[in-house]
């Protein structure tokens, strides 16, 4: 029997049955089943329609493919796209996951548009961490049939969800199999100019017209930390008591700066334009600025006195998290740290009184609010208000391992942060401060709009290059990595 059965998404593109055609022709391939809604006529060899009203993804249609399957591994295809593997790409799929016993196996491929301008797309390795449920595997994954059963009769069938069961069942593998990653194009997908295969979408996840596809990863998901010994109780975690000292404000606005001659200013301003019962200070970390900002800055301290501290390091290897630190570590920082970019802008005058009611009344270690989504004129964008309406108080706290960031304004009892610190990174760095905190302690939400996060070419997440945003996303994976383990750890001892 030969080795490898093809599973295919149907597209009605005149380059699909060439695919076919040359899918047929490899002597790897045994049969290939060609997924639709309707039967389609197929003219190469060893195809056959499968017609299914769901999805690849759903529940219902993976469960009887894959026990239908009777060779060694599942070449899965489950985007619409026209793919041709390379002389060797097949093979070296296969070998890679002969020699490693993986559960899966993947790699990096070329993009080709119609002009035949081709360039590479790289993919990230596996790690413990990489628990979105949008990772990127590419257009062609590569299942060993034996781990699939193994995984499914240990851990149960797939689920009946509509859009979630290959993010189930990659889970389920990833517990006991390894998943591998081949660093080499060994295929080529054809797409439109100027249409990558895999678009960053940002915003997808915390946009409402995916509520119910997210609902639906994060039951895959808990149940995935469940499984693995990562999943941490809602009573487990504890409310911050008092704070042991005094402070000298009960708020301080930290804003972390360089080169932002352009928006510091509003951004100050913002801040001061707060009506609050209680004192507050603002604190800007000027991170060595050298377009006229530090003395915008000069000036403005001049206007609002010892109510503004102006704080130039003395080190100068200090990213966005180590500019936190320095706030946080001043001695003139309040007992709430409450996050302003100096690209944004606070959402009306009672922000900072609504988030320090809730870190008060609540007792929590963090308070994240919601935002609106603005452009350089601050006019509202898509998706507009972001309030991660997917968090709950019962699971937030787990699901945030999955997906890619817990929204704005960010709020911290300083006490408590002073011991967790800030990673010395201009990204994710927040991330990984409020996966530590959730860890433990309660956070609290507002779901109204207390802050305008501007969106333009200088954003550090604007406009981003393949390469760029898996060095983010690997990075990320990385925190959830140790994030992971850490939660595994603490309940081995509870």
């Not at 006991?176 to 979408?201: A, F, K, M, Q, S």
Request: aromatic share 8%; with cysteine; glycine share 8%.
């Amino acid at each position: 029997m030969k080795p490898i059965s093809v599973v295919v998404a149907y597209h009605p593109a005149e380059t699909f049955q060439g695919m076919l055609a040359s899918l047929a022709e490899n002597p790897l391939v045994g049969d290939i089943q060609v997924i639709s809604g309707r039967r389609i006529d197929l003219h190469a060899p060893k195809c056959r329609s499968v017609v299914t009203q769901s999805s690849l993804s759903s529940g219902d249609t993976l469960n009887p493919i894959l026990a239908g399957v009777y060779a060694r591994y599942l070449l899965l295809l489950p985007q619409p796209r026209a793919i041709s593997f390379s002389v060797a790409g097949l093979e070296k799929l296969l070998d890679t996951a002969e020699a490693t016993k993986a559960g899966i196996v993947y790699s990096d491929f070329f993009e080709e548009d119609e002009r035949g301008a081709r360039v590479l797309h790289p993919l990230n390795s596996y790690q413990m961490g990489s628990v979105r449920d949008d990772f990127d595997f590419g257009p062609a994954i590569l299942f060993s049939i034996d781990t699939v059963r193994d995984s499914l009769s240990k851990y149960g069938d797939i689920p009946p969800v509509q859009s979630g069961g290959l993010y189930d069942l990659r889970l389920k593998i990833a517990t006991d199999w390894p998943i591998r990653h081949v660093p080499e194009p060994l295929y080529t997908v054809l797409c439109r100019i100027g249409r990558p295969t895999n678009p960053h979408d940002l915003f997808s996840y915390v946009d409402p017209r995916n509520a119910l596809v997210q609902k639906e990863m994060e039951a895959v998901f808990t149940e995935n930390l469940k499984r693995i010994g990562a999943f941490v109780p809602a009573d487990r975690l504890k409310k911050v008591e008092s704070a042991p000292r005094s402070y000298p404000a009960e708020g301080s606005v930290i804003i972390p700066v360089r080169n932002r001659a352009g928006t510091v200013v509003e951004a100050v301003r913002s801040a001061f334009s707060q009506k609050t019962d209680f004192p507050f200070n603002v604190i800007v970390i000027d991170n060595h600025s050298t377009d006229g900002t530090t003395k915008m800055l000069t000036d403005l301290a001049g206007v609002y006195g010892h109510r503004l501290e102006h704080i130039v390091p003395n080190r100068t290897d200090l990213a966005i998290g180590g500019c936190w630190n320095e706030g946080l570590h001043s001695p003139v920082c309040g007992r709430f740290a409450i996050q302003l970019d100096s690209d944004d802008l606070y959402n009306g005058s009672g922000t900072l009184q609504s988030i320090v009611d809730m870190l008060r009344e609540g007792c929590y270690a963090m308070v994240v609010g919601s935002y609106t989504l603005v452009n350089e004129k601050l006019e509202e964008i898509p998706p507009g208000l972001v309030n991660h309406a997917e968090w709950t108080d019962e699971n937030g706290h787990n699901n945030a391992l999955r997906i890619n960031g817990l929204g704005a304004p960010r709020a911290f009892d300083t006490t408590l942060m002073r011991g967790v610190d800030f990673l010395n990174v201009s990204y994710g760095e927040d991330y990984a401060a409020a996966l530590r905190i959730c860890r433990e302690y309660r956070i609290g939400r507002i779901f109204e709009s207390l802050y305008l996060c501007r969106r333009w070419t200088g954003n550090t997440d604007a406009a981003l290059s393949i390469e760029a945003a898996n060095r983010n996303d690997a990075f990320k994976d990385s925190i959830r990595t140790e994030e992971i383990r850490a939660r595994q750890e603490i309940n081995r001892t509870v």
